[in-house]
């Protein structure tokens, strides 16, 4: 549980900013675009774009198909996907997914590109 003094720091925190922004507007020109006003700090600004905007990740080689068939041959009973309860193991959404492909989209289906 958080000291309570955290919360109370953050209040004081949040007033301070909202009092800023009302005194912008305050002294702003009535044509002034409230575009303008700065909501966030610039170690807000820079915690929310740069730190945990950070989505780099390893990322193995190879295609999803080839990474999807290593992943059937590690684990093939492992539960793949769970739709309204029911479950399909790596094994069966294989030979699903083959089945799928070989069959090609039917009249109406949605095809992503």
Known sequence: MRDPSFFKEAAYE??????????????AAAEESVHRITLLS???RDLI??????TA?????????????????RTPDAVAVVF???????????????????AGPAGGDAVCS
């Open 14 to 27: 949040h007033a301070a900013k909202f009092l800023e922004v009302m005194s912008w507007m305050a002294r």
């Open 42 to 44: 610039q170690s807000e």
């Open 84 to 102: 309204e309860g029911t479950e399909l193991n790596y094994a069966g959404s294989s030979k699903l997914s083959g089945a799928e492909v070989s």
């Open 49 to 54: 774009l740069t730190r945990w905007n950070d």
């Open 57 to 73: 990740r390893e990322v193995p080689a190879g295609t999803l198909p080839g990474l999807f068939e290593a992943q059937v041959a």
